[in-house]
C-alpha cells in the first residue's frame, strides 16, 4: 500500500514527466476511481489545461492544473503511475489516462481498485475537511513531541492515524519503531523525551531514506525489518523469529526480544 515515501516518488516521477504538457483528452476506463466527479467533467475541466506543479500531503498527491483546479490522486491499496511514450501500450489496470499534446500519457493505474482521484478547488481547504495532521516529513520536533507524547494509545495506532500525522502506513510505522527498538503496544503517553526524540529521529530517516532508494524493495538495506517482516521471517538484528499481533486495526511485525514493551523512562 502507497504510504508517504512510494507517493513521494509518484511526485517526483510525475514532476518530471507529466507537467507543462497540453493536457488533449483524458480517458476513463474505469469510473469508479473518480470521487465526486463525473467522467465526463473530468475530461472538460482538464481538456486544453496543463499540469502546472504538485504538491504531496500524506499519502495524498495533488496536481495544479489551473486557477481553483486541482486534480488530487490517492493510490489506495496499488495505485502508481506509469508515463508512457506513444507507443507503448497502457497496462491493462490503467483506470485513468491524462494524454498530451505530445502524444504521450500519463497512466493511473490500480490493480485494486482502491484508488481515488477527484477535483478539488483548494488543498488547504480539503485537508481541513479531512482533518490530516501536519505531513510527517514537514512535522517539527517540538510538534511531534506534543502530538505524540500527549496523545493516550500503543504508539504504533499514534503513527498510523492520518489526522494526528499524515503519511505513514502499516509497514513504515512497523520499520520505524524496530529502528528505535521500541515494542509497537507501547503507551505513547509513557514515553521519556529522549523516546520522543528518538522516534521523531528515526521517522525521518526510515522515510528519507526510502525515498532516496526510490521506495525499491530490493535496494532497501537487509537491515531493516521491510526485508524480513511476515511469516518466517527472523530479526535482522538477534536472527529471533518475529512475532505478529493486531495494534491499531492493523498486523504489526516486530522483534519481541530487540523490541521492548515497557517504557525506558
Ligand atoms: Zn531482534
Redesign the pocket.
Known sequence: MPELPEVETFKRYLDSTSLHQRITNVDVRDAYVLKRVSARELVRRLKGRRFENSHRHGKHLFVRAGNKLWLRLHFGMTGSLEYLKHDEVAPKTARVIFRFADRRRLAFDDQRKFGEIELIEDVDEFLQTRGLGPDALEISLSQFKAIVGKHRGAVKAILLNQQLIAGIGNLYADEILFRVRMHPATEAVRLSDKDLTGLFRAMRYVLEKAIALKTDFNRLPKSWLLTHRGKGGR?P??R?ALKSAKIGGRSAWF?P??QKRASRS
Do not use: S
Open positions: 530479526c538484528r538477534c529471533r522483534c526480544h530487540c
